[in-house]
């Protein structure tokens, strides 16, 4: 694997780890309250999709390996360009049920590239 495409993977590495991180200990309501923490989480997804189209567009492997990747790069595009239209509850559930299964799918790529 080029050093670069490693490298972008494991910044969507610890981008979900960041996110699992900031949110331990948090519940919904107390996410749904905190503008610094809600704003701190979408700059995660974004860092997470944005990596991720990169790492695809050099090595189209990754999209092969990386579950949703269309749809990661879409969240991140919608984080950027329609942030007007942001659904909190969207957000919410995708920080619960697919940052750590993606994280243990960065992971499992980045262990079989060693």
Same mark, same amino acid.
């Given at each position: 694997?080029?050093?670069?495409?490693?490298?972008? =993977?494991?910044? *969507?590495? !610890? &981008?979900?780890?960041? @996110?699992?991180?900031?949110?331990?200990?948090?519940? +919904?309501?107390?996410?749904?309250?905190?503008?610094?923490?809600?704003?701190?989480?979408?700059?995660?997804?974004?860092?997470?999709?944005?990596? =991720?189209?990169? *790492?695809? !567009? &050099?090595?189209?492997? @990754?999209?092969?390996?990386?579950?949703?990747?269309? +749809?990661?790069?879409?969240?991140?595009?919608?984080?950027?360009?329609?942030?007007?239209?942001?659904?909190?509850?969207?957000?919410?559930?995708?920080?619960?049920?697919?940052?750590?299964?993606?994280?243990?799918?960065?992971?499992?790529?980045?262990?079989?590239?060693?």
């Amino acid at each position: 694997m080029h050093p670069h495409t490693w490298k972008r =993977l494991e910044d *969507a590495r !610890a &981008a979900c780890d960041r @996110v699992i991180r900031f949110l331990t200990g948090i519940d +919904k309501a107390e996410f749904g309250k905190s503008e610094w923490l809600q704003s701190a989480v979408e700059r995660q997804l974004e860092i997470i999709g944005e990596s =991720l189209g990169r *790492a695809d !567009a &050099a090595a189209p492997e @990754v999209g092969q390996r990386v579950s949703n990747l269309r +749809k990661i790069v879409g969240l991140k595009n919608r984080l950027i360009h329609g942030y007007d239209f942001v659904d909190e509850d969207i957000v919410w559930d995708i920080t619960r049920t697919h940052v750590p299964k993606l994280k243990a799918q960065i992971e499992s790529v980045l262990k079989e590239a060693e």
